[in-house]
Antibody
């Protein structure tokens, strides 16, 4: 089955670091962009950035540039979203998404989300 | 910076047609996608490239995009269509999402 499987919920303190993951199943991982979308509690969708695992080219939203790092390990079909120092305002659901630039030109596959809670 | 504007809420009676708009400067010159998000679930792609439906999406969902406005139309709206709907486009290598529209089926 084609799917994205994300790592489990996290509870962290302000200032701590975090890396969450997203593993692709059932498709050629290196042929699609992998990205991240934030959804704060009760709010809308915000695009954070995207990476092409085939050559590690990445693009970030200006709102998230320098705040997070998007990476991927193509040997294990896994993408990552990383913070060096979390803030309470990072509390949100984070969705991993697949972007198909050659076909629908859309985010055609979404993971179940990873809830990150940052609280002292 | 580029923005996409959606009405916060739309209400429709079962069986009627729901219309959700998404506005942005020269939006008709860009491809627009639409996503449906039900409570507690991940978003699902329902329209891509303005008007195309992915496999498995019912025919009652349709889209258009002209001028400054993209439109999602749900014909014969059903109770199961109650959800949040988001439009999305690219602008200068950046993904933009609309603020979302809560569709209520009364």
């Amino acid at each position: 089955e084609v799917q994205l499987v994300q790592s489990g919920a996290e509870v962290k303190k302000p200032g701590e670091s975090l890396k969450i993951s997203c593993k692709g199943f059932g498709y050629n991982f290196i042929s699609y962009w992998i990205g991240w979308v934030r959804q704060m509690p009760g709010k809308g969708l915000e695009w954070m950035g995207i990476m092409y695992p085939g050559d590690s080219i990445s693009r970030y939203s200006p709102s998230f540039q320098g705040q997070v790092t998007i990476s991927a390990d193509k040997s294990i079909n896994t993408g990552y979203l990383q913070w060096r120092s979390l803030k309470a305002s990072d509390t949100a659901m984070y969705y991993c998404v697949r972007y198909d630039s050659s076909g629908p030109d859309a985010f055609d596959l979404w993971g179940p989300g990873t809830m990150v809670t940052v609280s002292s | 910076s580029y923005g996409l504007t959606q009405p916060p809420s739309v209400s429709v009676s079962p069986g009627q047609t729901a219309i959700i708009t998404c506005s942005g400067a020269k939006l008709g010159e860009k491809y627009v996608c639409w996503y449906q998000q039900k409570p507690g679930q991940s978003p699902v792609l329902i329209i891509y490239q303005d008007s195309k439906r992915p496999s498995g999406i019912p025919e009652r969902f349709s889209g258009s995009n002209f001028g400054n406005t993209a439109t999602l139309t749900i014909s014969g709206t059903q109770a199961m269509d109650e959800a949040d709907y988001y439009c999305q486009a690219w602008d200068n290598s950046t993904v933009i999402f609309g603020g979302g529209t809560k569709l209520t089926v009364l």
